[in-house]
């Protein structure tokens, strides 16, 4: 078994730059960004000098990818389809009002536990 760990470094202005070790000389065949089942960019390796097992990655992401609500990009191995990151992308009108939601949602939430937790603490009180 191989260990293959791709570590991100940043993320901008659409590219995706990040470092990646590996003893699998599958994982010469490269890396991909993957989008709704689409392959939407192909990463450039660029080998480390004097270390065959790390190299750095840069990935340039098309802007077909930016939409409202939520995105996600994975990258992975072309060699053997594992996905070794994930970008997830979140925007939009839509994603504001779910958001709105969740939290609205979550409040209740804690309201409803808070009021169980003092009724139980009021019912345990050691007389």
Request: glycine letters at 6%.
């Amino acid at each position: 078994m191989t260990d293959d760990a791709l570590v991100r470094i940043r993320l901008d202005a659409g590219r995706y730059e990040a470092s990646l070790s590996s003893t699998n000389p599958a994982m010469e065949q490269g890396l991909e960004a993957v989008h709704e089942g689409k392959v939407v960019a192909v990463a450039t390796l660029t080998q480390d000098q004097g270390d065959k097992g790390h190299w750095q990655v840069t990935i340039d992401l098309p802007a077909a990818v930016i939409a409202d609500g939520v995105q996600v990009i994975a990258i992975r191995a072309i060699a053997t389809g594992a996905v070794l990151d994930r970008i997830t992308l979140m925007s939009g009108t839509p994603l504001d009002e779910d958001i709105r939601v969740e939290v609205a949602l979550l409040r209740d939430e804690l309201e409803m536990l808070k009021r169980a937790f003092r009724r139980h603490c009021a019912e345990t009180v050691i007389r």
